[in-house]
């Protein structure tokens, strides 16, 4: 079955061209925002602290889009200054000619203005890029203080793609396309103003000409971009498809290739990037319709214009340099027109993404610690369970009443069958949820009143999905306490029977792991996270099938180190071999977020109840593989 991944719409192409400075933007899908102006505003809280700097973007941006409105305008007086001189040579006039200097002067000073032009429109950009930096910056340093205020419930009710996307794909979006579409607006905004104001010092006549045309381009824009939009979500869609095909395919290509299947797939493939072909073949042509048809719309007017100018010209009513001007002014009128509503899809691509960040913003928050909780606690190991309640759901409760006293130093080991709830019962230790009723307290003390910093600090987890960052082993082990020293660390690794293996490799403690470890062995990475939890000298322990990915030998090694770990410590050890755990203090069994049955594995084996008939099934399906094997 292949997996379809949402993909999040691409961002408009820029193609060459002038709006203002800027560049003419096509149209491309967008995915508009479910409450424009609340994000709106709420974006607008955002440019406040930026009030005086994004003025000085306006002004600068005005003034170097005036500074290109002035252009043909000048340019127009040359072209006047060259036709009257070559016409006064043909009428045969002695003193006739055309004036070099006066046209020099005119070019030097068009050369200033589009100079200056140029200038003030570098300058808003760069002033705009960096107000723009300043706000993600801000809301990326927001959203990771939000990430760590996070209750588990939130990422346990996330996926990970989903969080990472609005954290990385959704702030890019926002940081490339914000300084774009308002210098883009601002530039848009004054070049309608200030050509519709040149044109009609010109001719009001062939101005009107211009606008009878604007109404039949944005009606054929309007046509061909909604069904071009649907073309293009046609596109991703299949693009997704695709996508989601060759990640299942190539991350599980052992499997693939162990059934026999690589034709299936291939076959699959082709069908999915076939439809792809077709619909994105249909967007790309549907898109590039819109151009030629305004194109034609437009050289019709062009058209207009010419022969109302040209009459304009003999009759002596406009010189032929404002004709040309006039000319210029109709191309760059419609430009940014045109551009206005592929500038709006921008602003609904950035609005649409920052208020998938504000959503992450808005979650609920984990509730606070009091003012007045332990932000000191050192324990000595008591843990009790008293009437506690608990539900990863209002409609639904997992646990009732479980009541549990732990002595300090005892080794607790928790079994039961899969969804009974043991997971749980680290979660609520730990505060990663919060309970519905009743207390569990710490040497007496409820962890309400603790801290969560404080709390968590008390703990040491080994778990069965070992966590190690790049970096070296060094770096790795010495996550379990700051400021460790390679005393305690080389101490620590000889504990968790780690030091050997770590001197054997090229670079001993100074061997960097990639980024999924893959470098050394599962076994090698567990017992690199046990040596992190002996350096880190916690008072508790949390074990979680630490064995249960690893060979037989490899398995006696981290037991040994295990052993060494729990010594003298409150350890809650979540099972699922019963054989690991024969020698805990206590055995709680689990079925259906209650505690069913406790006590050592000889007493739960005597009450032949629960437990035995778990361990005796394990023990039978054991004693059966070994005979087959």
Not at 298 to 325: K, P, S
């Amino acid at each position: 079955m292949s997996i379809e991944r949402k993909q999040s719409n691409p961002l408009p192409q820029a193609m060459p061209g002038r709006v203002g400075g800027g560049r003419i933007i096509m149209s491309m899908p967008v995915e508009k925002a479910k409450n424009f102006k609340g994000t709106f505003i709420r974006m607008l809280r955002y440019l406040r602290p930026h009030c005086f700097l994004l003025l000085i973007v306006f002004a600068v941006a005005v003034f170097g889009t005036i500074f290109n409105i002035l252009g043909p305008k000048i340019l127009g007086q040359a072209t006047t200054i060259l036709f009257d001189g070559v016409m006064d040579r043909l009428r045969g006039i002695p003193s006739a000619g055309i004036n070099f200097g006066r046209i020099g002067q005119i070019l030097l000073t068009l050369m200033g203005i589009y100079l200056l032009s140029e200038v003030f429109t570098y300058l808003s950009q760069f002033i705009m890029i960096g107000i723009v930096q300043k706000i993600v910056f801000t809301m990326r340093d927001d959203v990771h203080k939000k990430l760590s205020r996070l209750p588990l419930k939130f990422f346990d009710s996330h996926t990970h793609g989903e969080i990472l996307s609005r954290v990385t794909n959704d702030m890019d979006l926002i940081g490339s396309t914000l300084d774009q579409s308002l210098t883009h607006l601002i530039a848009s905004i004054v070049t309608v103003s200030g050509v519709l104001a040149m044109m009609l010092t010109i001719s009001p006549v062939m101005t009107l000409i211009v606008l009878v045309t604007l109404p039949l381009s944005y009606l054929i824009t309007a046509k061909i971009a909604g069904y071009s939009q649907k073309t293009f979500a046609d596109r991703q869609r299949e693009l997704g498809r695709l996508n989601g095909h060759i990640e299942e395919i190539y991350g599980g290509h052992v499997i693939v290739k162990s059934f026999g299947n690589e034709e299936k797939s291939l076959r699959r493939f082709k069908q999915i990037n076939e439809k792809l072909y077709d619909s994105g073949w249909r967007a790309v042509f549907i898109s590039g319709i819109i151009m030629p048809l305004i194109g034609f719309v437009n050289n019709i007017g062009y058209v207009l214009v010419c022969i109302m100018g040209g009459i304009y010209v003999i009759q002596g009513r406009i010189l032929i340099g404002d004709m040309q001007a006039f000319i210029q002014y109709s191309k760059n009128f419609r430009e940014p027109i045109v551009q206005f509503a592929n500038i709006a899809n921008i602003i609904q691509s950035t609005i649409a993404a920052a208020e998938r960040v504000f959503e992450l913003l808005d979650e609920e928050e984990e509730i606070a610690d009091d003012a007045l909780a332990h932000s000191l606690f050192t324990p000595q190991g008591d843990v009790a369970f008293e009437n506690v309640r608990f539900g990863y759901s209002a409609e639904m409760s997992l646990i009732k009443d479980m009541n549990i006293n732990v002595k300090a130093g005892q080794t607790v080991a928790v079994v039961g069958p899969t969804g009974a709830g043991k997971t749980t019962i680290v979660n609520l230790l730990m505060r990663f949820y919060e309970i519905s009723g009743g207390k569990i307290t710490i040497d007496g003390i409820d962890i309400r009143e603790i801290k969560r910093g404080t709390l968590r600090s008390v703990f040491g987890m080994v778990l069965q999905d070992t966590w190690l960052f790049k970096g070296t082993i060094r770096e790795n082990i010495a996550y379990g306490k700051e400021g460790a020293t390679d005393e305690e660390i080389f101490r620590a690794a000889g504990a968790a029977h780690a030091d050997h293996f770590i001197r054997t490799l090229p670079g001993g403690y100074n061997t960097v792991l990639n980024e999924e470890a893959s470098n050394i062995s599962q076994g090698q990475k567990q017992l690199l996270t046990i040596a992190r939890a002996i350096l880190a000298d916690p008072a508790i322990l949390i074990l979680d099938e630490a064995t249960s990915n690893v060979d037989t030998r490899t398995e006696l090694l981290i037991q040994k180190a295990m052993a060494e770990l729990t010594k003298g410590r409150t350890s809650f050890v979540i099972a699922h071999r019963l054989s690991t755990i024969r020698d805990a203090d206590l055995i709680l069994v689990m079925n259906e977020g209650g505690v069913v049955e406790k006590g050592t594995n000889t007493e739960l084996l005597a009450l032949n109840g629960f437990y035995a008939a778990l361990y005796k099934s394990q023990f039978r399906t054991g004693e059966l593989y070994h005979k087959t094997g």
